[in-house]
């Protein structure tokens, strides 16, 4: 004997929450599938696979976001007219968490294409030449200091007689 028409509505509602949950999942998928693509794009190379995988995966997504919506229709509609039903003429929630699942093994197939790209080697051989370079000028700078304390103590050593007012230069012309 079924239920009355609430505890039908209630799980009606039950249904569509589930159903809204996956939706929610496959939005994550797509968001998860952006993040991973700048990282990817970045730091591989080769990636046919990886932009094969990833076209599937947000079609396999959007497919289950639409899915899913057109199940809660369907539910919807039937509820409006008066009888509430769990299951539609379709199964559309079925192939709407199938279509979901897909997306996310898509997602983690497209996670280890491509190959990794080679380290810049012309950068690091720039690096190591300026790292050199700037050790270099470093033990010139110290080199520079002690020669000045040395000829500083020099220069303090020595006494110069003062001349007499006589002996120096007069200033201007007559």
């Known amino acids: 004997m079924p239920g009355s028409i609430d505890d039908q ?9 589930l159903s809204s949950y996956v939706i929610t999942a496959s939005l994550g998928v797509i968001a998860a599938q952006a993040a991973l693509a700048t990282f990817v794009l970045d730091k591989r190379d080769h990636l046919v ?7 599937l995966g947000l079609i396999t997504s959007v497919v289950s976001i639409v899915l899913g919506g057109r199940g809660i ?19 559309y929630f079925n192939y709407q968490g199938l279509f979901c699942l897909l997306g996310m093994a898509l997602l983690l197939l497209s996670l280890f294409s491509g190959t990794p790209k080679p380290e810049n080697l012309r950068a690091t051989e720039d690096i190591r030449r ?45």
């Not at 509505?9 to 929450?17: F, M, W």
């Not at 696979?49 to 076209?55: A, D, G, P, R």
Request: proline share 4%.
């Open 9 to 17: 509505r209630s799980a009606a509602n039950i249904y569509t929450s």
């Open 49 to 55: 696979w990886f932009y094969t995988w990833m076209i």
């Open 73 to 91: 229709a369907a539910i919807a509609s039937a509820g409006f007219a008066g009888s509430w039903t769990l299951k539609p003429k379709r199964d």
């Open 130 to 174: 300026l790292n050199g370079s700037v050790e270099k000028l470093q033990a010139e700078l110290a080199d520079l200091r002690m020669q000045y304390t040395k000829l500083a103590k020099e220069a303090n050593s020595f006494k110069c007689p003062e001349q007499s007012r006589a002996a120096q230069p007069k200033k201007g012309f007559k």
